[in-house]
Nanobody, 125 residues
Framework: VQLQASGGGLVQAGGSLRLSCAAS????????MGWFRQAPGKEREFVAA????????YYTDSVKGRFTISRDNTKNMGYLQMNSLKPEDAAVYYC???????????????????WGQGTQVTVSS
């Protein structure tokens, strides 16, 4: 599985961005797709995840109500819609995919098998 993240950029606080993650090499029908972010000097942190088949979604508390994770089965694409962006949301965002059920560890980066390259999100205040 190859993952390609895109959609990052510079946005003012309060603005919106939509990140995309294109998967190739294998369909993601039974996978978990996650989004993580890493700011300079900080550890990579969980942002959101979706169980591809069931569509169940999971979010870190700081983005609940502002971010929405989704997937398009027909296109093998995942998305992260980010609204009401804050300066503290600025980071490099990564999409990742897990091959198996990882419900109990869905927020743990090492649970994921494949990673895309990051896409930079910058939020100006």
């Amino acid at each position: 599985v190859q993952l390609q993240a895109s959609g990052g950029g510079l946005v003012q606080a309060g603005g919106s961005l939509r990140l995309s993650c294109a998967a190739s090499g294998r369909t993601l029908s039974s996978y978990v797709m996650g989004w993580f972010r890493q700011a300079p000097g900080k550890e990579r942190e969980f942002v959101a995840a979706v169980r591809w088949g069931a569509g169940s979604t999971y979010y870190t508390d700081s983005v609940k109500g502002r971010f929405t994770i989704s997937r398009d089965n027909t296109k093998n694409m995942g998305y992260l819609q980010m609204n009401s962006l804050k300066p503290e949301d600025a980071a490099v965002y990564y999409c990742a995919a897990a091959l198996r059920s990882i419900l109990s560890t869905i927020r743990v980066p090492t649970s994921y098998d494949y990673w895309g390259q990051g896409t930079q999100v910058t939020v100006s205040s």
